[in-house]
Structure formats: C-alpha cells, structure tokens
C-alpha cells in the first residue's frame, strides 16, 4: 500500500542468497495476486538452492500461523 515504505525486492534477492549460502531454508511466501507474483519472480531463479521453497498463494492464514510459528 506504502512503496516508499517497501524494502526493495534486490535486498530480498540478496538476503535470500545469503542465507541459503548459509545451509538456511527460505520459504516464499505471498499471495497469488500478480503483484506479489512479480515480487517473488527475481528470487525463482535462486530455485536450484534445493532449500528455497515457494509456497506463495498456496497456504492459508492458519498454515502462514503455523509457518511463522515454527521457522527460526
């Protein structure tokens, strides 16, 4: 709603990298709305890490709780 207020999506990108350099899983998540569906698309190609895992517009608010619940 805000996008001064958005943190970039190449900070994502990197930070996405660096954890996954580190051994950590990511999980993506999102909606399946085209805007988020454009967020996520520059962090697919990071998709050959095998621990990047894209699960946006496919869980529900009681799965995101369990996610969120469980990550690190």
Not at 34 to 44: K, V, Y
Request: charged share 20%.
């Amino acid at each position: 709603m805000w996008p001064y207020k958005q943190w970039p999506v190449a900070h994502f990108r990197t930070l996405a990298g660096e954890l996954l350099a580190r051994g950590v899983q990511v999980v993506l998540t999102g909606s399946a709305a085209p805007r988020d569906r454009e967020c996520i698309a520059p962090l697919l190609d990071l998709a050959a890490a095998p621990r990047l895992l894209d699960v946006s517009g496919r869980l529900d608010f009681n799965q995101l709780v369990t996610l969120f619940g469980q990550a690190a």
